[in-house]
């Protein structure tokens, strides 16, 4: 039994086929997945999908890139819909350099309604980086200083120095299949330090097809096993150990039975 922690059901991609796809995942083994928004809208789709399909849950929140894009009232509707009883998680949320979407400062003021506002319900937070390591740990150091973290750096790409702190912080390391990627060498060696009881893994579907279905487009749950065997193999333990491990750390977070 696999969980995929992070998934973008809601989008166009799955429009015509979405219950397929969770069915194909389901007889593939992973039977529970997370949908994230990346917009309120998003969101909102993401809370009724979770209400439509048994073992599929929602995050909701606005992914940094898209929060300038947004309308002033589509904070409140994510604070709302944050209490939603199928809501696992508050995100995506996080820091980009990369694109230049959104003032970077208007980005910090987000990531840090949105971490305020998984503290105020308890629950865990997910974290998008991109080139920008050093403000993100800033940001979750401050944090620290209100109470031990409850998140996750998802798709994880940075290094075992950074993966350590952020466990130390309290938050949990997901990776995605780039883990599976011919170059991703320095990835695979971090993952390998990631305590037993903080691993998870994760789609990012539409996104980051694994090795060897990475030309298949778009992603999907059930390809979160070839993820799942290579994490497998290089930290020494069988796939069926290896799923039961970060299943469960994810069930635990996320407060699922
Ligand atoms: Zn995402």
């Not at 992914?63 to 309308?71: F, H, K, L, M, S």
């Not at 940001?139 to 996750?152: D, F, N, S, Y």
């Not at 993952?191 to 487009?217: F, G, Q």
Request: proline share 5%; net charge negative; hydrophobic share 40%.
């Amino acid at each position: 039994m696999l969980f995929d922690t992070h998934t973008h059901l809601d989008q166009a991609e799955f429009d015509a086929n979405r219950a397929e796809v969770l069915a194909r995942a389901h007889l593939l083994g992973v039977t529970h997945v997370v949908a994230v928004g990346c917009t309120a809208e998003a969101s909102q789709k993401c809370v009724d999908l979770a209400r439509l399909h048994e073992n599929v849950y929602a995050a909701v929140g606005i992914q940094p890139n898209y929060v300038a894009e947004g309308r002033p009232e589509d904070w409140s509707a994510i604070e709302k819909l944050a209490s939603s009883p199928s809501v696992v998680a508050v995100g995506e949320t996080g820091l980009d350099r990369h694109w230049d979407f959104t003032p970077f400062d208007q980005q910090q003021d987000y990531f840090d309604r949105h971490i305020r506002l998984a503290e105020r319900l308890n629950l865990p937070f997910v974290v998008h980086m991109r080139d920008c390591d050093r403000d993100i740990m800033e940001m979750l150091r401050a944090a620290r200083k209100r109470g031990l973290l409850k998140g996750i750096m998802h798709s994880f790409t940075g290094d075992a120095i950074m993966a350590a702190e952020c466990v130390e912080l309290g938050m949990h390391i997901s990776f995605a299949g780039m883990i599976t990627y011919k170059n991703a060498k320095p990835l695979r060696d971090c993952a390998r330090t990631i305590p037993d009881d903080r691993l998870l893994l994760e789609t990012d579907c539409p996104y980051l097809s694994p090795e060897p279905v990475r030309k298949v487009k778009p992603n999907e749950p059930s390809h979160l096993r070839h993820t799942a065997e290579r994490v497998a193999e290089l930290r020494g333990v069988s796939l069926e150990q290896l799923a039961a491990t970060t299943s469960g750390n994810a069930r635990q977070l996320f407060g699922v039975v």
